[in-house]
């Protein structure tokens, strides 16, 4: 059980350090910039735009049909792309992220556990920011407050968990392994097709959807949608089930972390 | 800390850095804690205690494993084989604004540095205007730190380590950056920090920082540490080693020539009542040269009987500056001249060979050498480090073409100095103390 809440530790007792780089990290990417942490909200719109003429308009939703409003439709976009970014930021970001905060490993006395925190930290500074905007648009789109938004934390937090044991993993493989960064960037747009985000599990042919639900990302996308949009509960057994298998990543990422980091100045 | 006063114990620390290739096969090697593959050992077999109260220098050649074993102490590095066990917060600058992000302001990072140092948020903020005072950079506080001076960044970085109640101060090279009025600063509350009980490793390339501040020094070569000991001492021996191996050996045909030549042995002033040995290095012939060209430096050295090198010198004693240059065309006036520095680059003197021949032009030809010698009397030296810029010149004082200008040809080093105040001791021609005459003049 302590080995369980080790990964907290470093995070409980240099918690002033992780709320100054948290702050630090979110301000900059904005700093300097008229708009400043305006592109946190401007970005994810962007996108949505763009998905919403594609698949939207060019190619017709399978989605449109199903839901009461099609103004509804986008909104299912963003949901499956916010989920998705979230993901991709702390994927695409972990390979470097130790490199890039060199000072910090080699020249100053500095928990180096701390940084995969911030890492996570921010990119779900960034989901946060997103589902606010979000429930903004339900609201406006509905006339009335989503009540499934209210359980929406509930089905990211294994996600969160997750990600971070993957955040461990990639990070500390990413310092020696200069080569993942790229791998990792390749994968990137080959997984945004492969998860429904712009379609639906159901719609997948029978024999390849058991190889969809092996996708972490396919619970959760499917999942929030149906809360949000299709008025479906949560799959408590699956739930369940995936926080075991996120507990397990984030243990295993973490003690793997650990191990690595013995090496991390030597290498950078 | 315990009652030993122990602060610092590093036993038989060695680190071998992985030179193998593939990096996968390194991640591995990490994992299964199998040897590194064509290990490069950067440090062997080191012990070192350091006590509360106690200030130590390390010094070495560049890739002597200085910085390996800094960054071991701090806890940055883990050492291959030996342990290292350290007492109280350690607040660590090896490098200058290590961990500040140049895109924020002062205030911003002083913040996130004392966060990192392990002080929360009240404790911050209580101690941010004396923080700011230290720093002493006014309105630059907080601007972002792009538009610092390397010097303002060096202040801000000890004025954080000043206050994050550190028990272990680990200083590398930091102070070389700065003007005078802030080295000053950091050297009071350097001292004032040692006094309190607190331990500093400082790390120079200057031997007179290094004596200033500590009383025992540690040389290391290659890996090893050579000698560890009073500083003073430590110094001297450093010093030496660097001088007679740098520089092409066969340059004086005898290895041992400095030492003949070394009238620095037993050589005590009168007035002084101490001896101040100078080291010398050899003539560094790719030393930062500029000018139009024409003729090339070939030699420079110091030598006291006026014709072979000297290694070290004592300060008070004639000394003379020899300049050789070949010529690469015709050159009609040449005037032979040197400034003599200090390590901060402020001159201390010079001189050149213009008056003394103005109304007795020399025409050298292309191939042809030539020699300057300027002899003097070598003044005292406080501790530090001391180098001569020769130079040749065409033409007159006022209206000249610069020929070949060397920065840093020689450096002088003095460890230990009976000069106390100014920049510079002088050679008194006599010291008297008495009743005057009537009318004032000196009796004697």
């Not at chain 1, 779900?124 to 589902?131: E, G, H, I, T, Y």
């Not at chain 2, 302001?105 to 996130?112: A, H, I, P, Q, S």
């Not at chain 2, 404790?123 to 506080?141: H, K, N, P, Q, V």
């Not at chain 2, 065409?394 to 009976?418: I, K, M, Y």
Request: with cysteine.
């Amino acid at each position: 059980m302590t080995r369980l809440f080790a990964p907290f530790r470093p995070l409980f007792s240099n918690r002033e350090l992780f709320w100054q780089l948290l702050l630090r990290d979110i301000q900059s990417s904005v700093r300097g910039s008229v708009l400043g942490i305006g592109w946190i909200i401007l970005t994810p719109l962007v996108l949505v735009a763009i998905y919403t003429f594609v698949f939207g308009v060019v190619l017709q939703s399978a989605w449109v049909s199903k839901t009461d409003s099609s103004l509804e439709v986008p909104l299912i976009y963003f949901t499956g792309l916010m989920v998705f970014s979230f993901f991709m930021e702390i994927i695409t970001r972990a390979p470097e992220y130790i490199r890039a905060n060199k000072t910090y490993v080699t020249k100053i006395v500095f928990p180096v556990e701390v940084l995969d925190w911030i890492l996570v930290g921010t990119a779900a500074f960034k989901l946060a920011a997103s589902a606010t905007l979000l429930t903004v648009f339900l609201v406006l789109v509905l006339g009335r407050f989503p009540v499934g938004m209210l359980a929406a934390p509930l089905v990211i937090a294994p996600l969160v968990v997750l990600c971070a044991g993957l955040a461990w993993f990639i990070s500390a493989v990413g310092t020696y392994v200069r080569d993942l960064n790229q791998l990792l960037l390749a994968i990137g747009p080959v997984l945004m097709f492969v998860s429904p985000i712009f379609y639906s599990v159901e719609q997948v042919p029978e024999n390849f959807r058991a190889l969809f639900w092996a996708n972490p990302l396919t619970w959760v996308l499917e999942t929030l949608r149906g809360l949000l949009f299709f008025n479906q509960g949560i799959d408590w057994q699956g739930y369940a089930l995936y926080w075991v298998a996120a507990i397990a990543v984030f243990s295993a990422g973490f003690g793997f972390f650990q191990r690595a980091r013995t090496g991390f100045a030597d290498v950078i | 800390m315990t009652s030993d006063g122990i602060m610092i114990e590093a036993r038989g620390v060695s680190k071998s850095f992985d030179r193998g290739r593939g990096q996968l096969s390194r991640l591995w090697r990490t994992f299964a804690g199998t040897g590194a593959e064509n290990a490069f050992w950067a440090l062997r077999d080191v012990d070192l205690d350091v006590r509360g109260g106690e200030a130590i220098g390390i010094v070495g050649r560049n890739g002597s494993g200085k910085s390996t074993l800094l960054q071991i102490l701090c806890g940055t590095m883990r050492p291959t084989s030996g342990t290292v066990k350290t007492r109280g917060r350690i607040s660590a600058m090896l490098e200058l604004g290590a961990g500040f992000n140049p895109a924020f302001t002062g205030r911003e990072n002083v913040r996130l540095s004392a966060a990192a140092h392990g002080l929360d948020a009240p404790t911050i903020a209580a101690r941010m205007d004396s923080i700011e005072e230290f720093a002493d950079i006014g309105l630059y506080f907080d601007r972002p730190l792009h538009e610092y001076s390397s010097g303002m960044y060096a202040r801000l970085a000890f004025a954080v380590s000043a206050h994050v109640d550190a028990a272990i101060l680990i200083v590398d090279e930091i102070l070389g950056v700065g003007d005078s009025a802030f080295q000053k600063k950091c050297q009071r509350f350097m001292h004032g920090f040692m006094n309190g009980g607190g331990t500093i490793v400082f790390v120079s390339h200057d031997p007179g920082a290094v004596t200033a501040l500590c009383k025992r020094a540690c040389w290391l070569e290659a890996g090893r540490k050579m000698e560890d000991g009073v500083a003073t001492k430590v110094m001297k021996s450093y010093v030496d080693s660097i001088y007679s191996l740098s520089g092409p050996p066969d340059r004086t045909g005898d290895a041992d020539a400095g030492e003949i030549n070394d009238p620095a042995v037993g050589g005590q002033d009168p007035y002084w009542g101490a001896s101040n040995r100078i080291s010398i290095s050899r003539f560094s012939g790719d030393a930062p040269r500029h000018g139009f060209g024409g003729c090339l430096i070939e030699d420079c050295f110091i030598s006291s009987s006026g014709s072979t090198l000297c290694q070290s010198v004592t300060g008070g004693s004639p000394v003379t500056l020899h300049i050789r240059a070949r010529a690469t065309r015709r050159i009609d006036c040449p005037i032979a001249g040197f400034i003599f520095r200090q390590s901060d680059g402020q001159n201390l003197f010079g001189d050149n060979t213009y008056l003394t021949y103005k109304d007795n032009p020399l025409s050298v030809l292309p191939g042809q050498v030539f020699e300057a010698k300027l002899s003097f009397v070598m003044p005292y030296l406080p501790p530090g480090r001391y180098s001569i810029a020769p130079s040749i010149i065409e033409g007159t004082q006022h209206s000249h073409v610069h020929l070949d200008w060397r920065e840093e040809a020689l450096f002088l080093d003095v460890v230990s100095s009976p000069v106390r105040s100014g920049k510079v001791g002088l050679v008194m021609k006599s010291i008297y103390r008495g009743e005057t005459d009537v009318d004032g003049a000196i009796a004697r």
